[in-house]
């Protein structure tokens, strides 16, 4: 079973509509959460890190949760643009030093 | 400010070759790390410089060996290629370590025949 499992692999939606995209992990603690986001053909861009105690970090349009307990993490998505349209990775930064990456889900904006 | 940039974009070697990518981070940033994805094993770290000392590596063969310069520019090696190796390898430079926000470059795709 891997480590960080993201849901769903693949999500369509319309321009406007709000997403929710799930990371599952089971590795704890951990010194950091990250959510990447990454275009087709380039690197990854930040756009949240919450440590382990945090339960919420917020960047214009995405807000991440984190719940310790149920071991979750989700990245909401509100009033999705076409330029939404990317691969999401979900990341744990581990004392340690050590990365354990998500699969990713990878989001399609409609018009 | 530049941003993290890679060089070369693009590589076509064959198998046993050996092969050089250049990484130049944001001005500044003392911390590099390199990472590989693949669409079957997704990102996996390689491993992370700083101050010319590798200070972090990941669980790849030592056919993948790197280095950092006193400018903090960085070369990430891959001897005796690999179809395996064929990937889009990416650089990330942060200020001070990877504990903080890591800003990426583009990536080099390298593929193998």
């Known amino acids: 079973k891997n480590q960080v499992e993201q849901s769903p692999q693949s999500l369509i939606i319309l321009e406007g509509k709000n997403c929710t995209l799930q990371?599952?992990?089971?590795?704890?603690?951990?010194?950091?959460l990250r959510w990447y986001k990454q275009d087709t053909g380039r690197g990854p861009v930040s756009l949240t890190i919450?440590?382990?105690?945090?339960n919420t970090k917020s960047n214009g349009r995405y807000t991440a949760t984190l719940d310790a307990d149920t071991k979750q993490s989700s990245l909401h998505i509100t009033a999705s643009q076409l330029s939404d349209s990317a691969s999401y990775i979900c990341?744990?930064?581990?004392?340690?030093?050590?990365?354990?990456f998500g699969p990713g889900t990878r989001l399609s904006v409609l018009p | 400010k530049a941003g993290v940039t890679q060089t070369p974009r693009y590589l076509i070697k064959t198998r046993g070759q050996q092969v050089t990518l250049s990484c130049s981070p944001i001005?500044?940033?003392?911390?590099v790390s390199w990472y590989q994805q693949t669409p079957g094993q997704g990102l996996q770290f390689l491993f992370e410089?700083?101050?010319?000392?590798?200070?972090n590596k990941g669980n790849f063969p030592g056919r993948f060996s790197g280095r950092q310069f006193s400018n903090s520019r960085s070369e990430m090696n891959v001897s005796t290629l690999e179809l395996g190796d064929s990937a889009l390898y990416l650089c990330a430079s942060s200020l001070i370590g990877q504990q903080e926000t890591q800003y990426f470059g583009p990536g080099t795709r390298l593929l193998v025949l």
């Open positions: 410089y700083f101050s010319e000392t590798q200070r």
């Open positions: 990371c599952n992990y089971t590795v704890s603690p951990f010194s950091n």
């Open positions: 990341v744990l930064f581990l004392y340690g030093q050590n990365f354990v």
């Open positions: 919450m440590t382990f105690s945090e």
């Open positions: 001005s500044g940033h003392r911390s």
